[in-house]
């Protein structure tokens, strides 16, 4: 990623103070999408750090991943697999719950969409604690996926997700910090 790069997705990124809770400064990438230039940069630079790199699925969740990572998939020729929120993926699933900057939750994915031995690339708008990702990551791995990579359009680097997601093993890739 290029200063020039970095610079023109930072600045298509707006920040909201105090949503939606008082002290969280809420990065808001929906500014992104309505800014197609920085919007397909992204998309881009995603795309090349992980071009021939083996990847076989792309994994993205909701809802703010599915902007970012289903587009990455295309890019690469390979498939999206979609990380729900609970009741919402219709075949079988599996689930694990996290905690987020501003509450718990938990994440489910299709058993049958990712099989032993995928090399699997997760991909989300935004690191924050780095509670999302790792619900993700152990998803992919109880279904035998092998996940070594994360990537993000923006990493809040101070609330330790990166530090979190290394000591699973795995490495994040980010744009803008
Ligand atoms: C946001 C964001 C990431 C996650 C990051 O999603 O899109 O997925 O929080 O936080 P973490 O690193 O502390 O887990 P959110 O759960 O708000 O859901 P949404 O994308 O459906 O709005
Ligand atoms: N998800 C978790 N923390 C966030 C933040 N500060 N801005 C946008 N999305 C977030």
Do not use: W
Not at 52 to 58: A, C, E, I, R, S
Not at 147 to 157: S, Y
Not at 171 to 177: F, G, I, K, Q
Request: proline letters at 5%.
């Amino acid at each position: 990623v290029t200063a020039q790069q970095s610079e023109l997705i930072k600045n298509s990124i707006k920040s909201i103070p105090d949503y939606p809770k008082p002290g969280i400064l809420f990065r808001d990438v929906t500014s992104l999408l309505e800014a197609p230039v920085a919007y397909a940069t992204s998309i881009e630079m995603l795309a090349n750090r992980f071009r021939d790199t083996g990847v076989t699925k792309v994994v993205g969740t909701e809802a703010r991943g599915f902007l970012f990572g289903a587009p990455v998939a295309l890019a690469l020729g390979v498939d999206f697999v979609p990380v729900r929120k609970p009741g919402k993926l219709p075949r079988p699933t599996i689930s694990e719950s996290y905690e987020l900057e501003y509450g718990t939750d938990s994440l489910e994915i299709h058993t049958d969409a990712i099989n032993a031995g995928d090399k699997v690339l997760v991909i989300d708008d935004l690191l924050a604690t780095g509670g999302t990702i790792e619900a993700t990551v152990k998803l992919i791995r109880r279904l035998g996926g092998d996940v070594t990579d994360a990537a993000f359009i923006i990493n809040l680097f101070d609330l330790g997700g990166e530090q979190r997601l290394n000591n699973l093993g795995i490495n994040c890739y980010s744009l803008v910090n």
